[in-house]
């Protein structure tokens, strides 16, 4: 649970720092997608 709500606050501290650069948090959060949709097929 504090692993959990410390990676949270990481994220949390990391969106707010990156508010500005949103397109760019955006990307990187759908290239992320991508590579978990990969691997979810590949292990299938």
């Known amino acids: 649970m504090t692993g959990l709500t410390r ?16 397109p760019y948090l ?9 590579v978990r949709l990969q691997v979810h097929i590949e292990i299938h």
Do not use: E, P
């Open 7 to 22: 990676t949270l606050l990481i994220f949390f501290d990391l969106a707010w720092r990156l508010r500005i650069n949103f």
């Open 26 to 34: 955006y990307i990187v959060a759908s290239m992320m997608l991508n």
